[in-house]
Structures are given as C-alpha cells and as structure tokens.
C-alpha cells in the first residue's frame, strides 16, 4: 500500500476495515451484461495519519460512477417523510422564507427540496447524475447537474450566490441556549450531514453485500435523529 492521502499526500497505512473487493454499488448491469465480466474495486478502509480523513483507496474518476445513477432517494417513504418533518423543522428553527435560498450538494431527485419548493423557499440542487437531476428537474426543483467542486463553486459566488456567516447576536444567543440547557444537541441540519454521511457507507456495505437492498432502505426518527446513531 504506496497510495497518498488525497487531501493532504501523507502515505496511507493505517486500514480498519478491509470488505474484499466488490463491484460499485447502485449500478446495475442491463440483462445483456449478465454473463460478462463485472469490474471489482477493493473496498477497504484507511484513516490518514496526518488529516484523519478516512478515505478508500482505489478509485474511479467520479464521472464513471455518478453519469447514470439508479439511486433515488424517493424510492423510500420512510426517508422522505424524514426529510418532509426535516424541512417542516428547520424551516421553523432557522425561520426560513422567501428572502433565504437554501443549497443541497447532492440533492439527488430532489426528494428533499421539494420540500423548500413547496413552501416557496428558493432552493437549488446540485446533482452530478444526469438521469437522476432531471427528475428533480421535472419536479420543479432548479437542480444543476454538475459535480460540485470549487470551479463550480466560484461559478455560483460569480453569480452572488454565496454564504454568510452566522450573525454574531444569532450566534451568542444559541450559545446561551445551549448553557440553560445542555439538553440542547447541536443544530439538526449537523444530524442530517451525518446521516447522509451514514448514508453512503450503508449505500457502500449494501452494495457488497446485497446490491439493491439500499433502494428502499427503512428509516426511522426515533432511532437516528440528530445523528444519534446505534
Ligand atoms: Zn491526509
């Protein structure tokens, strides 16, 4: 193992968690494919050192993976009604309105941001896939289909999109909260990172094990929200 840390180019050593090796997760063959050989990738684990950013080793330009897409984040009601409670609680925490403009990098077929859209919240995805952001598209909800990176970034600031900094009065005052009451966690949309973070690995393991599991997996409030995970 002679590969770099691809933040910050320290050698790789340390593996925790080595799957064997597997073929990409949510893309499946046509039925033509059947009998022809399948590309496999070493799915194991390894943490920098140096950044402790956990990363795979082998990789595949992000183009050949994310072009055609047979994940939909729609395909499971029990996520969507968490992102349905999810917006109802944020849009309420944060006081969202017509004057915000709320960024989703990822945002898949707009399962989440139809959500803002509805409530007539300005929202734009950004969505590598093609056949998944014109869904998203189709529903309503502005999505770019790019892959994000600081290019397209400096783009979106070009165009005066950009974001501000917490307020300090704002900042202060939740500060505050959170010493009157320890109870309160950190904010929700910190939870949600995780768990699409989560996500992915679930995506990542389901894919070895079962391809196709992770379509409509089962979500579940009481047991994952704010990043409270098992
Ligand atoms: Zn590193």
């Known amino acids: 193992m002679t590969s770099k840390c691809r933040h910050c180019g320290n050698v790789l ?61 729609s395909f499971s009601d029990t996520w969507v009604a968490h992102a349905k409670r999810y917006v109802e609680k944020i849009c309420s925490e944060y006081k969202f309105d017509q004057n915000s403009q709320v960024v989703e990098i990822a945002s898949n077929d707009g399962y989440l941001l139809k959500e803002f859209v509805a409530r007539k919240i300005p929202a734009l995805g950004i969505e590598p896939a093609t056949n998944v952001a014109q869904v998203a598209q189709d529903a309503g909800v502005p999505t770019i289909n790019k892959f994000f990176g600081s290019a397209l970034a400096r783009e979106l600031v070009g165009q005066g999109l950009g974001a501000a900094a917490e307020p300090a009065r704002e900042r202060a005052r939740r500060a505050r909260q959170r010493q009157r009451d320890p109870a309160v966690r950190a904010p929700a949309h910190l939870g949600a990172l995780v768990a699409a973070e989560r996500g992915g690995l679930a995506e990542c393991l389901a894919g070895r094990y079962n391809r196709g599991t992770a379509m409509d997996f089962e979500w579940d409030d009481t047991k994952y929200e704010d990043g409270n995970f098992p």
């Open 13 to 73: 050593k340390a593996s925790f968690c080595n799957l064997g090796t597997s073929p990409f997760a949510n893309s499946l063959i046509e039925p033509q494919e059947i009998s022809a050989a399948e590309k496999h990738y070493p799915l194991e684990l390894f943490l920098c050192s140096n950044c402790l950013l956990v990363q795979l080793d082998a990789f595949e330009p992000p183009d050949v993976i994310f072009s055609n897409y047979s994940y939909f984040s």
